[in-house]
């Protein structure tokens, strides 16, 4: 059964603090996305890594950074958290070179920070 | 960048055919997708289109694909309660971007 596993459901952090968001894969895709889902808004690409150490800018990377150290592996840093980044986060994978294949998603992270 | 548009609400009768629309902007994009997004769970993939294809049909799923004017749809024939969820259309380019609509919520009433 494939699986992407983010660490945590619910998520509560201080403005300002250092926020990891982790995200696994046990599929040995190429592909791992972060989004963030706000309502009206739909999904809104943050980053992406198509290989190991690989990263690319999605729409909205201001007040994030990732890495991608291991292939399984794509993590979201909030560097210093703010009230406006309170959200649901979704992490997803899928094989690179195959567009025609389907992306599949964790159960999201919902972080609020306060 | 990629920017995906979809119109945010539609309601429809439990038997009725519903039709859910997006517009895109990069036409490099090589597959466009649907995603559904049930209340409380995750995205799943319903179906895709290739974007040489016009149409594609999938048992009550219909996808029409209009690549001159970058519009995407899918109809759903019959629609039943367990229809009722957000739906996503997305795109793929050829550096492996992934991106979303907005998504659309239908809500179907028995």
């Known amino acids: 059964d494939v699986k992407v596993t983010q660490s945590s459901r619910y998520l509560v952090k201080r403005t300002g603090e250092k926020v990891f968001l982790e995200c696994v894969q046990d599929m040995d895709h190429e592909n791992m996305f972060w989004y963030r889902q706000d309502p009206g808004l739909g999904l809104r690409l943050i980053y992406f890594?198509?290989?190991?150490?690989?990263?690319e800018k999605g729409d909205i990377p201001e007040g994030y950074s990732v890495s991608r150290e291991k292939k399984e592996r794509f993590s979201l840093i909030l560097e210093s958290a703010s009230t406006n980044q309170t959200s649901m986060y979704l992490c997803a994978s899928s094989p690179r070179g195959q567009g025609g294949t389907e992306a599949f998603f964790g159960q999201g992270t919902r972080l609020t920070v306060v | 960048g990629e920017d995906v548009e979809q119109s945010l609400f539609l309601s429809v009768r439990e038997g009725d055919s519903s039709v859910i629309n997006c517009t895109y902007t990069d036409s490099s994009s090589t597959y466009l997708y649907w995603y559904k997004q049930e209340p409380g769970a995750g995205l799943q993939l319903l179906t895709y289109?290739?974007?040489?294809?016009d149409m594609k049909q999938d048992q009550r799923l219909t996808v029409l694909l209009n690549k001159k004017d970058k519009h995407l749809s899918l109809r759903i024939a019959d629609t039943q309660t367990g229809d009722s969820a957000i739906y996503f259309c997305?795109?793929?380019?050829?550096?492996?971007?992934?991106?979303f609509g907005k998504g659309n919520q239908v809500v179907v009433i028995p």
């Open positions: 997305a795109e793929m380019s050829g550096n492996n971007r992934l991106a």
């Open positions: 890594s198509y290989d190991v150490k690989m990263k």
């Open positions: 289109i290739f974007s040489n294809m």
